[in-house]
T-cell receptor, first 112, second 113 residues
């Protein structure tokens, strides 16, 4: 298996909802990443997990809560989001000793 | 932190011609420079990368060059085809792994038939 999968593909939520994004890989990668991509902009790093431990948090608001329950799974829990949080959320993974990052197709999030 | 500048923002070339996209970076500690292709509605796809100990790398119609002294690197696509139309991002990172990528703003490459 050489791909990163993300669910759901699309998500629409209200500002009071709680939802979660899921990312999965079975390439044996031990580093996983969340990026946010606004329309016509480049991806921006949010979080990095290395060996299931949070290693980088790019000063992301607490309404975004990442979780890495095991080496294959990465979640992003969402709560009390704002309309400006609407974006494509991308997950990526890599071998922790190598730089190549492989991205999933993303979850298109719309906050109403 | 790292800052990556990418030019041009839009590039239109005739099918069969070559395309060149250029990037500069600011952090001399950066040592890994990948290029991604992103098609509409999809995630970025790694197409080629280069490390700071290498000056040039080629993979079929795609090549990347790196000038460490000038802190710039370029993507070259030869014999362009309609399926090359996409947004291309350059990126940079430092460290041996598990480090985030800093992306350029992207180049929309349009291949005219």
């Amino acid at each position: 298996d050489t791909e990163v999968t993300q669910t759901p593909k699309h998500l629409v939520m209200g500002m009071t909802n709680k939802k979660s994004l899921k990312c999965e890989q079975h390439m044996g990668h031990r580093a996983m990443y969340w990026y946010k991509q606004k329309a016509k902009k480049p991806p921006e790093l949010m979080f990095v997990y290395s060996y299931e431990k949070l290693s980088i948090n790019e000063s992301v608001p607490s309404r975004f809560s990442p979780e890495c329950p095991n080496s294959s799974l990465l979640n992003l829990h969402l709560h009390a989001l704002q309309p400006e949080d609407s974006a494509l959320y991308l997950c990526a993974s890599s071998h922790p000793n190598r730089n190549e990052q492989f991205f999933g197709p993303g979850t298109r999030l719309t906050v109403l | 932190g790292e800052n990556v500048e990418q030019h041009p923002s839009t590039l239109s070339v005739q099918e069969g011609d070559s395309a060149v996209i250029k990037c500069t970076y600011s952090d001399s500690a950066s040592n890994y420079f990948p290029w991604y292709k992103q098609e509409l509605g999809k995630g970025p796809q790694l197409i080629i990368d280069i490390r700071s100990n290498v000056g040039e790398k080629k993979d079929q119609r795609i090549a990347v060059t790196l000038n460490k002294t000038a802190k710039h690197f370029s993507l070259h696509i030869t014999e362009t085809q309609p399926e090359d139309s996409a947004v291309y991002f350059c990126a940079a990172s430092s460290g041996g792994g598990a480090d985030g990528l800093t992306f350029g703003k992207g180049t929309h490459l349009i291949i005219q038939p």
